[in-house]
Structures are given as structure tokens and as C-alpha cells.
């Protein structure tokens, strides 16, 4: 491992329930991501990533203003988007907004990029699905060249050239931390080595230890690009609750209905309460109490050998008291177990 394991939380603003089971207002979850944040950093979380989406069941469209105002309610938690879709936004002011947030942060900010898991925002903004590729591919480039912080000299098909131009305000003293969220393809894996980037893996189902081969194909990678050794991270839901029974009977309505309504977009199958126990005793479910949680992720940190554990600690209507008492608990208990097991 190239650094101690850091432990933190992503949300992706998913529009909460109250008691009765009623939505609560999108600005009344978005203030909610903010406590959610201050509580993380007060109990010990490293990191708190903040997910972009542009549809009905998450509130979030813009993490970088919700980051900009837990940076000024917070002291020492890293603050980054989780992810930022690179392909549908512009990649000078996206460089922009994340080092105001470095500025405001007093240093504190990373940014994610990725392509993000869901499209609403190609249309949105006036792109075209059938330039997914190349829209990511062209944006990532002229990033990686807005990291080096020189005067730009970039063209591609999909944004307007840049002749020698300097972008502000620059990131104070250091270059602007920046991961690649993956799913696990080959190409993405190769790709985050081709531009010297972290890789952050979104696992969201299965043994972990099936990436493996993953961390494997991204090392040789950096190696043959000449690239030095860089961190690998990875991302799962999870909730922590006192016991393991009653981790799993709060969190299985919620999930089933975060699960279910996106698999009836994409053609899955609704969720059984046996896939739910397997996902959490054989998968990357981490659900349980402090205990089992800690050794859950100890376990697969050590596999992949990795350098960040990011929880996702929302899911669906899974309410803010319940996710407030899971940080908590995730930030008192869980991190200290973890860094004790693997020391």
C-alpha cells in the first residue's frame, strides 16, 4: 500500500423520506448533505464526495456549491465531487470551480471525473449520446494539460481551441488532486494510466476481490506509460448501525427501492431479500455493525492493495437521522477498527 488507508463517505443527494414516509423538498436534502458533511468531519471521516446527477430522485445537480459551503463549515475533511461528469460540462470551468474550492478549502479540494452512470445530463446541455466517447476522451485531455497550470495550447472537435491561454485562479502551491472514477472496463483502467491519474473503482456488486486482475492491468499500465506509482480507490454502499440485525432491517426497504427503480430503467430484476444477504455476506454491500463493517473493508482494502475506501452511505429514501447516526458510527468506530486491523 503506498499510503495509510484513508476512510471516507459519498453521497449522491438522493432525495430522502421524512417519518411518514412522505419526499422531503430537494432544498431541504440539499441542506441536509451539508449537517451530513460537518458531522463527518467532526467525528474523524478523511473524505466526503459529493455525486452529480440531473434527475428527479437526487437533489444534487451542482456538488462543487455544496462543497464550497461545507468548506467554510468545516476544518479538516477533504472535500471532492463523486463524480463530476467531465463529458457534459467544460473542462476550463470545471478547473475553475475546484480551485476556488482549493482556495476556499484552504487546500482541501480534489475533483473525480468520470462519465457518469446515468446520461440526463447529455441532453440537458445540448450534447449527443452518440459522442460519448470522444466527448469524454477530448475533455479529459485538455484537463490532464489545465493540471499542469502553463498556458494551454489545445484543440479537438468537441470545444472551441485554446492558443497559449492561462486559466485562473490557479491552485495554490500544489497540483489539483485528481482521480478517474471507473466501473472496471480495461479501457478506462488503461486510460486513467495513459494520463497519470488515480483510479477510483465504483463496485458496486460482487466479491471486491474480482478487481484484483483490475489493480493488476492499472499498475503494468502506469509502468509502461512511465508513469510513477499512484494510489487506487474504491467505492461501495454501505450503512453501519449498532448490530448487524439492525443494520440490515433498516437499510433493506430503502435499498430495495434505490435498486429496483433504477433496475426497472435498465432492465433488472426486482431485488430479493436472499441477493440483498448475499450481497452484504459475499459482495460489496458493507452493512452491518461497527465490527463487521471495519472487517469488511480491512479485508478488501487488503486485496486491492488500496490507498482510499470511499463509503456510500445514501440510499434512495433512507432517512437523514438514520444516515446521520451511520456517519457517526462510521467515523467513531468503524475507522478506528479498520486502522487498527491493518496496522
Not at 455525486?51 to 445537480?61: C, L, M, P, T, Y
Not at 462543497?67 to 460540462?89: E, K, W
Not at 509502461?224 to 499512484?230: E, M, N, R, T, V
Request: glycine share 8%.
Amino acid at each position: 500500500m503506498i499510503h495509510p488507508l484513508e476512510l471516507g463517505v459519498d453521497t449522491f443527494g438522493d432525495v430522502t423520506a421524512s417519518a411518514g414516509g412522505t419526499p422531503l423538498p430537494y432544498a431541504e436534502v440539499i441542506r441536509n448533505v451539508v449537517e451530513e458533511a460537518v458531522l463527518a468531519d467532526a467525528v474523524g471521516v478523511d473524505f466526503i464526495g459529493i455525486g452529480e446527477h440531473h434527475r428527479d430522485d437526487f437533489a444534487v445537480s451542482a456538488p462543487d456549491m455544496l462543497l464550497a459551503t461545507i468548506a467554510g463549515r468545516t476544518q479538516r475533511i477533504q472535500l471532492g465531487s463523486a463524480v463530476t461528469v467531465l463529458s457534459s460540462d467544460d473542462p476550463v470551468r470545471v478547473f475553475q470551480r475546484f480551485s476556488t474550492l482549493d482556495a476556499l478549502s484552504n487546500g482541501r479540494a480534489e475533483i473525480m471525473v468520470g462519465r457518469g452512470s446515468f446520461t440526463e445530463s447529455f441532453p440537458l446541455f445540448g450534447f449527443k449520446l452518440a459522442d460519448y466517447e470522444q466527448l469524454f476522451e477530448e475533455k479529459l485531455n485538455l484537463f490532464v494539460e489545465l493540471l499542469k497550470q502553463q498556458p494551454v495550447t489545445w484543440r479537438g472537435e468537441t470545444r472551441a481551441p485554446l492558443t497559449n491561454q492561462r486559466v485562473f485562479p490557479p491552485v495554490e502551491g500544489r497540483r489539483l488532486k485528481t482521480w478517474i472514477g471507473v466501473g472496471g472496463t480495461p479501457e478506462s483502467i488503461i486510460r486513467a494510466a495513459k494520463y497519470g491519474l488515480p483510479l477510483m473503482i465504483a463496485i458496486i456488486g460482487g466479491d471486491p476481490k474480482r478487481f484484483v486482475p483490475h489493480v493488476d492491468l492499472y499498475h503494468r499500465a502506469l509502468d509502461q506509460f512511465g508513469q510513477p506509482k499512484l494510489p487506487v480507490g474504491f467505492h461501495s454502499h454501505g450503512y453501519v448501525a449498532a448490530t448487524d440485525e439492525q443494520a440490515r432491517e433498516e437499510l433493506w426497504p430503502d435499498y430495495k427501492r434505490m435498486r429496483d427503480r433504477i433496475g426497472s430503467e435498465r432492465g433488472w430484476p426486482p431485488m430479493t431479500r436472499v441477493e440483498f444477504e448475499r450481497e452484504i455476506e459475499q459482495g460489496s454491500l458493507y452493512c452491518g455493525s461497527p465490527e463487521t463493517v471495519a472487517r469488511k473493508i480491512a479485508a478488501a482494502a487488503t486485496a486491492l492493495d488500496a490507498a482510499r475506501f470511499d463509503m456510500k452511505y445514501s440510499a434512495g429514501p433512507l432517512s437523514h437521522e438514520k444516515m446521520m447516526r451511520c456517519i457517526e458510527l462510521y467515523g467513531r468506530k468503524v475507522i478506528p477498527l479498520v486502522r487498527e486491523m491493518m496496522a
